[in-house]
């Protein structure tokens, strides 16, 4: 059963930045494995929305129109681990924040059905 669980979520003033990290555990696979990894947020009453996903296997890169040139999305398979950080943040970025993967061998974009595992999630909150 692969497990997600994230970290680094708080809250910071706008314009402000954090870095998310996801430990991720793949019975039976080392991590690297080609997976798509992405990120998602969900903000109260809102649908759940992709923000960025990396492909495992070249470290190929997609990110959503609305935090593109502000988020990166990186990865370090020696420690199992994705990360984003997140600058120049706005108050709308203030959401709870997902790592999900998606085993298809190659990301298929940032379509939250795609991906069938997810971590319990991180809290952003962004004051103006």
């Known amino acids: 059963q692969v497990q997600l669980v994230e970290s680094g979520g708080g809250s910071v003033q706008a314009g402000g930045s954090l870095r998310l990290s996801c430990t991720a555990s793949f019975p039976g696979h080392n991590y690297g494995t080609k997976y798509c990894m992405g990120w998602f947020r969900q903000a109260p009453g809102e649908e759940r929305e992709g923000v960025a996903s990396?492909?495992?296997?070249?470290?190929?890169?997609v990110y959503a129109d609305s935090v593109k040139g502000r988020f990166i999305i990186s990865q370090d398979k020696a420690k199992n681990s994705l990360y984003l950080r997140m600058n120049s943040l706005k108050p709308e970025d203030t959401a709870m924040y997902y790592c999900?993967?998606?085993?298809?061998?190659?990301?298929?974009?940032?379509?939250?059905?795609?991906?069938?595992?997810w971590g319990q999630g991180t809290q952003v909150t962004v004051s103006s």
């Open positions: 999900a993967v998606d085993t298809w061998n190659r990301c298929r974009g940032l379509t939250a059905g795609f991906f069938g595992y």
């Open positions: 990396i492909y495992t296997d070249s470290g190929s890169t």
